[in-house]
């Protein structure tokens, strides 16, 4: 559980931002960039074991020669980025449990103002609940000035056009070998050692660090159930409806939908 105050999350944050933008090119500092849950710690673990470098997190950084994960919309003067992309309706349904239930990673007064702000009759009811947490995710992150707050499709759009590395979640979990080693080569510029790459992809799996076989769930737990498609049984036609309507557009960009037919199929 991350027990930092919030001024602390924020200072945190800031000094992470400002060696990013002024020293991601000169050290290397290699960022995983990422609308939160779509699986960027998962990857900054891999990269870093990859690379031989420091992965700090939740803590003050070194300023030196390391991997960062972050959360920020496409930054020119941010180097080295590779951007990690996943469907924004299993992002929808992940969010949800990150900030409804406390876990491993959580941060406490974040569970405790999403709760005071929505006051649901039963958490555990994500299909009443959802339509309405994903119009108060977009209201307050739409809202926000802060560089660290941004909708998932203000972060799909930011990357439309742009140079860097990108993976996706659900290429990893489909063939992580693969998905990493092509993203690595496109981070580094250089050939990349596949035997190494096989070996972290096991050592990093859903399995290996959770414990527990991928589609498995544990509501308390930072790895929930490591399967794309959840949104599948947790998304209501309301939920189908609204979600289409404040980013159907970049998840067709995506590739992930061709039209919003997927929205009938709920009905």
Not at 106 to 112: C, M, Q, R, T
Not at 150 to 163: L, Y
Not at 185 to 204: C, W
């Amino acid at each position: 559980m991350d027990k930092r105050s919030r001024l602390s999350i924020w200072s945190d944050a800031a000094f992470r931002y400002l060696v990013a933008n002024t020293l991601s090119g000169v050290l290397p500092i290699y960022v995983i960039t990422e609308y939160p849950k779509c699986g960027g710690t998962w990857v900054g673990q891999m990269v870093s074991d990859y690379l031989q470098l420091p992965f700090p997190r939740n803590r003050w950084i070194p300023v030196k020669a390391s991997v960062h994960h972050a959360h920020y919309v496409y930054t020119p003067s941010i180097r080295n980025t590779l951007a990690v992309f996943r469907d924004g309706r299993d992002v929808m349904v992940s969010f949800y449990f990150h900030m409804m239930f406390e876990n491993e990673k959580s941060s406490p007064h974040v569970v405790h103002k999403t709760r005071k702000a929505l006051k649901f009759a039963d958490y555990n009811d994500v299909h009443s609940n959802l339509p309405t947490f994903i119009e108060y995710l977009f209201d307050i992150q739409s809202k926000s000035r802060s560089p660290f707050q941004f909708t998932w499709p203000e972060f799909v759009r930011s990357f439309e056009g742009k140079p860097g590395a990108r993976v996706r979640y659900e290429e990893l979990v489909e063939d992580c070998p693969r998905a990493l080693s092509a993203a690595l080569a496109d981070l580094t510029g250089q050939q990349v050692d596949m035997e190494r790459v096989e070996a972290i992809s096991e050592k990093y799996s859903f399995k290996a660090q959770a414990n527990r076989p991928a589609g498995v769930e544990k509501k308390g737990s930072f790895l929930r159930k490591g399967r794309p498609g959840d949104w599948q049984e947790k998304f209501t036609p309301e939920a189908a409806r609204l979600f289409h309507e404040l980013a159907g557009a970049e998840l067709i960009k995506l590739g992930y939908v061709r039209d919003g037919s997927w929205v009938d199929s709920l009905s």
